[in-house]
Nanobody, 120 residues
Framework: QVQLVESGGGLVQAGGSLRLSCAASESIFSINAMGWYRQAPGKERELVAMITSGGSTNYAEFVKGRFTVSRGNARVYLQMSSLKPEDTATYLC????????????????WGQGTQVTVSS
C-alpha cells in the first residue's frame, strides 16, 4: 500500500513563509495529478492547488499569487508565502490516478495531514 509522507508544517507569523513536501513511500509507475487540500476545524475540506503530470496548475482563488505548487519524481511541494491567519489549517496532499506498476489499477491517495498555524 502506497503511503504519502508529508513534512514542512509548523507555526509561522503572518506574512511569513513555509514549504510543504509530500512524497510517495515507494516507487510508482505514474500519477495523473498531485496537489494539496486543506481543512480547518469545523470547515469543509477545500482544494488549495493541483499540478498535473503535464505541468498544468490549478489554484484556489484565495491562494493565487501567494502559493506555488511544484512537483518532482513522485513528490509534490507547496511553497506558501505571505501567509495569513486564515490559512491556518491541516494541509493534506493528494495523489490522483496513481499506478504502482504499468498493469495496476489507478487509485487516489491521501497524506495524513500536516498542521499549518499562522499567528497574527
Amino acid at each position: 500500500q502506497v503511503q504519502l509522507v508529508e513534512s514542512g508544517g509548523g507555526l509561522v507569523q503572518a506574512g511569513g513563509s513555509l514549504r510543504l513536501s509530500c512524497a510517495a513511500s515507494e516507487s510508482i509507475f505514474s500519477i495523473n495529478a498531485m496537489g494539496w487540500y486543506r481543512q480547518a476545524p469545523g470547515k469543509e475540506r477545500e482544494l488549495v492547488a493541483m499540478i498535473t503530470s503535464g505541468g498544468s496548475t490549478n489554484y484556489a482563488e484565495f491562494v493565487k499569487g501567494r502559493f506555488t505548487v511544484s512537483r518532482g519524481n513522485a513528490r509534490v511541494y507547496l511553497q506558501m508565502s505571505s501567509l495569513k491567519p486564515e490559512d491556518t489549517a491541516t494541509y493534506l496532499c493528494n495523489f490522483r490516478g496513481l499506478k504502482r506498476t504499468r498493469y495496476s489499477a489507478s487509485s487516489d491517495y491521501w497524506g495524513q495531514g500536516t498542521q499549518v498555524t499562522v499567528s497574527s
